[in-house]
Nanobody, 120 residues
Framework: QVRVVESGGGLVQPGGSLRLSCAAS????????VRWYRQAPGDVRKLIAG???????NYANSVKGRFTISRPNAKNTVYLEMHSLNEEDTAIYYC??????????????WGQGTQVTVSS
């Protein structure tokens, strides 16, 4: 089992920045990929950024150039640096960790989400 905990959300003014953290913990697991999703009120959950075990990253067009996903030293914490935030970035942000525990097949592990509100 892998436990995933997001943190770093909060209230920020338009044009501001935040850094979200996604910490994975457990026993004998290997992370294959980590992805950040967000879900705005009344909308579906959408993929916005991802990082593979090799460090390859990808972004949704809506955040490209403003958000940066990183996994320093391939550790079990992934960050999402968010800059130039606007009200459309207001959402609950979720972290998905795709991991294998021992010899078992890859499974998806979700965090509980962290609220980001962009408002003046």
């Amino acid at each position: 089992q892998v436990r995933v905990v997001e943190s770093g959300g909060g209230l920020v003014q338009p044009g501001g920045s935040l850094r979200l953290s996604c910490a994975a913990s457990g026993t004998m697991f290997t992370i294959d990929a980590v992805r950040w999703y967000r879900q705005a009120p009344g909308d579906v959950r959408k993929l916005i950024a991802g990082v593979s075990s090799r460090g390859n990253t990808n972004y949704a067009n809506s955040v490209k150039g403003r958000f940066t996903i990183s996994r320093p030293n391939a550790k079990n914490t992934v960050y999402l640096e968010m800059h130039s935030l606007n009200e459309e970035d207001t959402a609950i942000y979720y972290c998905l960790v795709q991991a294998r525990v021992g010899p078992t097949p890859q499974l998806d592990y979700w965090g509980q989400g962290t609220q980001v509100t962009v408002s003046s």
